[in-house]
C-alpha cells in the first residue's frame, strides 16, 4: 500500500496493510469488521529512541495514559534523546508519570543507545525473530513490548501479540467466543492468520475502540514516521 492509498504522507502498519486486508477480508469475521468499523488506522511509529521508550511507558497502564505521560516527557526534554534524557533527574521523571522501575528500564535503555551498544538501524535490517531477541535482550523489554514495537515501529506483517488485554478482548468479543481468551489461547488461534497476523491484530483493536466509540490516541508528532 503506498502513501497515496492511505492518503497524503500518512503511514500505517504495518507494511503492505492493504495486501492484508484483501486477503483476510474473505473471512466473515473480518468482512464484519471492516463493514461496521471500517480499516484500521493506527499510524506507524519511528524506529528509535523515542518510540521504545514511549513503548516502555505503555507497560501497565492505558495507552491513554502512557500517551499523556510521553507528552509531558517530550515538553521537559527537547529534543528526547538518550543524552538529554540521562541528564533528567528523578523527581523530573516521576513528574512526567515515571515509576522507579521504569526509570531504570528506560535509563538503561538510554545508556545502551547513547554508548552504541543498542542500534536501531541494526535493528531494521533485521528479521523477525533476531529483532524480536535484540529487543528482549533490554532490561525490562519483555516479549508484549517487543512485539509491539515490531508491529508500530517496524511495521512487520506477521507478529501477533497474544499477550495484549485489548486484543483478547477483541477476539473474544469478534469469534465469539464463552470467555476471553488468554495468551496461550490466543497463541493458538492467531496460527490461522499467518502470514498476516499482524494485520488481523490491527483489525480486532479497530473492532475493540469501535465498539466503544473511541479512537487511538494522539501520540507526540515526533513519533510518528
Not at 506483517?157 to 486484543?167: E, F, M
Not at 464463552?178 to 499482524?198: F, H, M
Not at 494485520?199 to 466509540?213: D, G, P, T
Request: with cysteine.
Amino acid at each position: 500500500m503506498t502513501r497515496e492509498e492511505l492518503g497524503g504522507t500518512t503511514l500505517y502498519a504495518p507494511h503492505r496493510l492493504g495486501d492484508g486486508l484483501a486477503a483476510l477480508a474473505e473471512e466473515p469475521v473480518f468482512a464484519a469488521i471492516l463493514a461496521q468499523a471500517g480499516p484500521p488506522r493506527f499510524r506507524r511509529r519511528r524506529n528509535g529512541f523515542a518510540t521504545l521508550l514511549h513503548i516502555i511507558l505503555e507497560q501497565q497502564v492505558s495507552i491513554d495514559a502512557a500517551a499523556a505521560m510521553h507528552r509531558r516527557l517530550s515538553d521537559t526534554c527537547r529534543p528526547l534523546t538518550p543524552e538529554g534524557f540521562l541528564a533528567l533527574d528523578d523527581a523530573t521523571l516521576r513528574a512526567c508519570g515515571f515509576s522507579r522501575q521504569k526509570m531504570g528500564y528506560a535509563r538503561n535503555l538510554a545508556e545502551k543507545v547513547a554508548t552504541g551498544s543498542f542500534d536501531f538501524g541494526r535493528l531494521a535490517e533485521a528479521d523477525d525473530v533476531a529483532a524480536e531477541t535484540a529487543l528482549r535482550s533490554l532490561k525490562g523489554i519483555g516479549r508484549w513490548s517487543a512485539e509491539v514495537y515490531l508491529i508500530f515501529a517496524l511495521g512487520r506483517a506477521d507478529v501477533w501479540p497474544a499477550a495484549d488485554l485489548g486484543l483478547q478482548v477483541a477476539v473474544g468479543e469478534q469469534l465469539p467466543l464463552a470467555a476471553r481468551p488468554n495468551e496461550l489461547e490466543l497463541r493458538i488461534l492467531g496460527e490461522a492468520w499467518r502470514p498476516w497476523r499482524t494485520v488481523a491484530a490491527c483489525l480486532f483493536w479497530q473492532s475493540y475502540l469501535h465498539k466503544r466509540n473511541r479512537t487511538p490516541p494522539v501520540l507526540a508528532a515526533e513519533l510518528y514516521a
